[in-house]
T-cell receptor, first 112, second 114 residues
Framework: DQQVKQNSPSLSVQEGRISILNCDYT??????FLWYKKYPAEGPTFLIS?????DKNEDGRFTVFLNKSAKHLSLHIVPSQPGDSAVYFC???????????FGKGTRLSVIA | SAVISQKPSRDICQRGTSLTIQCQVD?????MFWYRQQPGQSLTLIAT?????????ESGFVIDKFPISRPNLTFSTLTVSNMSPEDSSIYLC???????????FGQGTRLTVV
């Protein structure tokens, strides 16, 4: 039973346009949601997070939106750049020092 | 954020042998975890490495196959024992500092079993 789902395995976007990556979850006890970026041959790099008590968090070109009633979150990247091409993982955790639960990832390709 | 050094970065091993992966952190961290990423799949938690006591394993993972040590707050090892080709994966060490919600990762160990 997958608690965190990323239903789009891949996404292609033109440079300069907006990239929207989606994530759904089933566990209403999750307290934090995080996005990670992963290049080949590297470990995941933390991008941005959001607490369950908020609905939006912004950091530069990256914005995460949380819709608790729909159990859905999304990552917006604008403007998209070729260097953003990577696999993006959605992750969630309960409160306390609990481990992260990951989605399967979405491969983003930003085309120049 | 903590700087995590994971060794080796990659290895090719014969089936039936064992490999020990090391994770060294430059600061004391609250929690250390080991994950596996099989080809095309998500990151799956193997176990939580507990300092000074036995690791806590997730369903489907056992200590005999994946023994873990954590002798102090900055270091942990994961051993993949009696390897088979199905163990070919990327193995990742992850740490959490204090009460921060973020977890940070080492660069991973790409293991190929032939």
């Amino acid at each position: 039973d997958q608690q965190v789902k990323q239903n789009s395995p891949s996404l292609s976007v033109q440079e300069g346009r907006i990239s929207i990556l989606n994530c759904d979850y089933t566990n209403s006890m999750f307290d934090y949601f995080l996005w990670y970026k992963k290049y080949p041959a590297e470990g995941p790099t933390f991008l941005i997070s959001i607490s369950s008590i908020k609905d939006k968090n912004e950091d530069g070109r990256f914005t995460v939106f949380l819709n608790k009633s729909a159990k859905h979150l999304s990552l917006h990247i604008v403007p998209s750049q070729p260097g953003d091409s990577a696999v993006y993982f959605c992750a969630a955790r309960n409160s306390g020092n609990t481990p992260l639960v990951f989605g399967k990832g979405t491969r983003l390709s930003v085309i120049a | 954020s903590a700087v995590i050094s994971q060794k080796p970065s990659r290895d090719i091993c014969q089936r039936g042998t064992s490999l020990t992966i090391q994770c060294q952190v430059d600061s004391q961290v609250t929690m250390m975890f080991w994950y596996r990423q099989q080809p095309g799949q998500s990151l799956t938690l193997i176990a939580t490495a507990n300092q000074g006591s036995e690791a806590t394993y997730e369903s489907g993972f056992v200590i005999d196959k994946f023994p873990i040590s954590r002798p102090n707050l900055t270091f942990s090892t994961l051993t993949v024992s009696n390897m088979s080709p199905e163990d070919s994966s990327i193995y990742l060490c992850s740490v959490v500092e204090g009460f921060s919600p973020e977890a940070f990762f080492g660069q991973g160990t790409r293991l190929t079993v032939v």
